[in-house]
């Protein structure tokens, strides 16, 4: 049943917690087949391609376990082989910590309380910690934020790339050295074998991100998971870097996992856009979707205060950016609502009690909201 | 090429220090007042010609800025006098003596260092564990207890209640242990390596521990980590480098320190070292030992600050270098 991967949160009881269960079998009936045949839709059904990687109701929570933070409450989403799915959402929506679940790289004393996943149909949590260090880098590999601080400072980029080549493949010193020089003149780094022999401090900011990039790419992994590669870059440097990953993208054919706060960047990059608030996932769709019809209010709010081009902000034109009301929530106490609902025009009493559950509203298009759905608003009144 | 100017320029600025260092000492020792008249106030009835044919003997009778001049170009050939109570060239005083202090204490350097890399490691790597807590009581007690306290402490036990040890001297006087010099030689050094050892492990393993830590959080560790390099190496290759740094430059104070200490810890042990050399000569007024092991002690000083800069250089190559 790939065909509705998507909705398995719903359908799928093994991974569901009990009260969303209890919520779900009350008060919302199942997808009916056609918004199923409608989910699944574009990943051709029948076909045994499953996603490359799956996480299903990811939850992750900070201590005390009595009554723990929980920084990421039922996240799901899928991406397929060859795909990018852009995860957009504000600092602290657990963008990042979702990331490194899925390296199991999380930083202590966060734990992932619950949900699975799943990558080239092989349960990452049934791995063993010498299993999962095999896949790192190999198979999926991540680029960091701050390229100026994920390189070693004391070692030379040849020295750098040359020890994961080393660590994972067996290649003849020379034959790595080749590999690492032609994985950085694909980056765009100009004269690659001067390159290697100096220490990052001697490289731009730009240069060490597609060094950085170089790392990600040096074992041809089918997965690169990206944590905000451009926001600490220059605008020019940022388009540089952006281009670079489209042009890596089609070269590599890799999926990708690209996060980042910036609509923008997210247009230009991401077949599939999963908007994240406080932890949760607002919408998921289509990249071209979630810009001509954003379903979720937040989704909606955060197009509105993105700034445009045809539109000027002045005192003649009388226009002013729109922001949303309200300030960024507190992680610390979260019900298990919706976490949007204290900031949301629309939000009706039951939207800070019941859990916003998946809702199909179109092709791959789907949206965790009460207010939304045919029968949606009447199932929970 | 670079790095030979720097290290010749290094040297030269070594070399200008101990010339400012021996007008210090020169002066300072000579502010005291005249050796002679010092020594023969407490041996009253010596005739005024004989203090008077003494200070010619000494060349005490000609100006202070001539002696000084005389006194550095006899340093400049390592010519460092005669000491007054021993009546034996200062030069080889100090190094038959300082053989003896170096014996000791760069065992327990490298001893410290050793552990203090491991224990401080580890504790990093657990932090807010019950390991790590164990190890910063134990380090922070170590490092207030005083290093004489610990001393006795020792001794105490091993020499007095145990007697498995000796307590005193660095040979036996009668009879070597199992009739060989070297054995024997290093049963004497267990009790004062093991004292200075774990004055210094103490405060090692803190900065190491603390430097760890902050390292460890760094995005380069996750990004080796993220690329699959075996945890072991993450830490002992990746992280120990950068952590390490800090460290040495201790290591550089630590010499010096360890020159401060000498006195105190030679003296608990009765440890025939350059620290008891100079408290006695202090004692007794020998001029030209209080005079030489002070150039001594702060040669060794600048040498290994000197040193510590040259090893920062060849270490991190974001220290540049114009």
């Not at chain 1, 920084?71 to 490194?100: D, F, M, N, P, Q």
């Not at chain 1, 080393?166 to 780094?189: P, T």
């Not at chain 2, 105190?264 to 020998?286: K, M, N, R, S």
């Not at chain 2, 030992?289 to 060794?300: D, L």
Request: a positive charge; charged letters at 15%.
């Amino acid at each position: 049943m790939h065909q509705a991967n998507i909705s398995r949160p719903i359908t799928d009881p093994l991974t569901t917690s009990p009260s969303s269960i209890a919520s779900a079998g009350l008060s919302r009936a199942p997808l009916s087949t056609g918004e199923r045949a409608q989910v699944g839709g574009l990943v051709s059904a029948g076909e045994a391609t499953e996603p490359l990687v799956h996480v299903d109701n990811l939850r992750i929570h900070f201590p005390p376990r009595r009554a723990p933070i929980r920084v990421v409450e039922g996240v799901s989403y899928s991406v397929a082989r060859g795909e990018t799915l852009g995860i957009v959402g504000e600092s602290g929506s657990g963008k990042t910590l979702s990331s490194l679940a899925i390296l199991r790289l999380l930083p202590r004393p966060a734990q992932i309380a619950g949900g699975r996943i799943v990558f080239e149909g092989e349960d990452l949590a049934a791995k063993s910690d010498e299993e999962m260090r095999r896949l790192r880098g190999k198979r999926i590999a991540m680029v960091f934020q701050n390229p100026g601080f994920s390189l070693h400072p004391l070692m030379t980029i040849g020295a750098q790339l040359s020890e994961i080549l080393a660590v994972h493949e067996r290649l003849a010193r020379k034959d790595a050295d080749a590999r690492v020089e032609e994985l950085l003149r694909l980056v765009g780094i100009s004269d690659p074998g001067a390159r290697i022999r100096q220490y990052p401090h001697e490289l731009s900011g730009g240069m060490k991100q597609r060094v950085c990039i170089a790392r990600a790419l040096l074992c041809n992994p089918s997965l690169v998971l990206a944590d905000e590669p451009t926001t600490s870059l220059d605008v020019t440097i940022q388009a540089q870097i952006l281009e670079l990953f489209e042009e890596l993208k089609a070269r590599f054919r890799m999926s990708m996992i690209f996060v980042t706060h910036d609509m923008g960047v997210v247009a230009r990059i991401a077949d599939r856009i999963a908007v994240m608030y406080a932890g949760q996932i607002c919408e998921t769709a289509d990249a071209s979707t979630i810009f001509s019809d954003p379903q979720h209010p937040y989704t909606r709010a955060l197009l509105g205060s993105t700034p445009r081009v045809d539109q000027r902000s002045t005192r003649a034109s009388g226009f002013r950016l729109p922001t949303i009301g309200g300030s960024g929530p507190t992680i610390m106490q979260q019900g298990d609502g919706c976490r949007f609902a204290t900031r949301c025009p629309e939000a009706g009493p039951e939207c800070a009690r019941l859990a916003p559950l998946p809702l199909a509203v179109g092709p791959r298009h789907i949206v965790h909201c009460l207010k939304r759905g045919s029968a949606g608003e009447a199932n929970h009144a | 090429m670079r790095l030979t100017i720097y290290i010749v320029r290094r040297l030269l600025f070594a070399f200008l220090l101990m010339v400012g260092v021996s007008l210090i000492i020169f002066f300072l020792v000579n502010a005291v007042g005249d050796p002679i008249e010092l020594m023969m106030a407490e041996t009253p009835g010596v005739s005024a010609e004989t203090i008077e044919r003494m200070k010619v003997h000494y060349g005490l009778d000609q100006d202070p800025l001539t002696r000084y001049f005389i006194w550095l170009g006899k340093l400049l050939s390592l010519d460092f006098g005669t000491s007054i109570i021993y009546n034996q060239p200062v030069g080889s005083l100090i190094a038959t003596w300082g053989w003896q202090t170096f014996k000791i204490q760069v065992p327990a350097i490298l001893i410290a260092l050793a552990i203090a890399i491991f224990v401080g490691t580890t504790a990093a790597r657990r932090q807010h564990s019950r390991t790590d807590f164990a190890v910063m009581s134990g380090a922070l007690l170590g490092q207030s207890l005083p290093a004489f306290f610990l001393g006795i402490l020792l001794i105490l036990i091993f020499s007095y209640t145990f007697d498995v040890l000796p307590s005193y001297g660095a040979y036996s006087t009668r009879g070597y242990l199992w009739g060989s010099v070297v054995a024997d030689g290093l049963w004497h050094m267990v009790l004062p390596v093991a004292m200075l050892a774990f004055f210094n492990t103490a405060t090692l393993t803190l900065l190491m521990r603390s430097n760890m830590v902050d390292v460890l959080k760094l995005d380069f560790i996750a990004a080796a980590r993220a690329s699959g390099i075996p945890e072991r190496r993450v830490v002992y290759r990746h992280a120990l480098r950068v952590a390490v740094i800090p460290v040495l430059t201790y290591l550089g104070l630590l010499v010096g320190l360890m020159l401060g200490t000498a006195p105190v810890t030679e003296t608990v042990f009765t440890w025939p070292g350059l620290g008891y050399l100079y408290v006695t000569a202090i004692h007794q007024l020998d001029y030209p030992i209080i005079m030489g092991a002070s150039m001594v002690i702060a040669a060794m000083l600048i040498a290994a600050t000197t040193l510590t800069d040259i090893a920062y250089v060849l270490i991190d190559p974001r220290i540049r270098l114009e």
